[in-house]
């Protein structure tokens, strides 16, 4: 059974940064891509960057140059590093991975990101 965990979420000050980390098990198919979503209250669910094994990534164009999104191959994790963090940034934070083989998509429970002075 594959599980999507994300840990690093929390509060913290307008210009300061946050490393989330997601990482997967029971995954027993080749992954596709891994990425991070964000939600806010009232807002649809965004897609904030991810990177596929090739490494190729993508970028919200409201993120880009303050965040990136390292990734472990072999452990099946993926980063999203955070800097230079705005209130807008505040949301939920999904991680997500896409199966190569079935193209299902597999999701975490999200972490709460507040970015608040």
């Known amino acids: 059974q594959v599980e999507v965990v994300e840990s690093g979420g929390g509060l913290v000050q307008p210009g300061g940064s946050l490393r989330l980390s997601c990482a997967a098990s029971?995954?027993?198919?080749?992954?596709?891509?891994m990425g991070w979503y964000r939600q806010a209250p009232g807002n649809q669910r965004e897609l904030v960057a991810r990177i596929t094994s090739g490494g190729t990534t993508n970028y919200a164009d409201s993120v880009k140059g303050r965040f990136t999104i390292p990734r472990d191959n072999a452990k099946n994790t993926v980063f999203l590093q955070m800097n230079n963090l705005k209130p807008e940034d505040t949301a939920v934070y999904y991680c997500?991975?896409?199966?190569?083989?079935?193209?299902?998509?597999?999701w975490g429970q999200g972490t709460q990101v507040t970015v608040s002075s």
């Open positions: 029971g995954v027993e198919f080749t992954i596709y891509a």
């Open positions: 997500y991975l896409d199966s190569l083989d079935t193209g299902r998509r597999y």
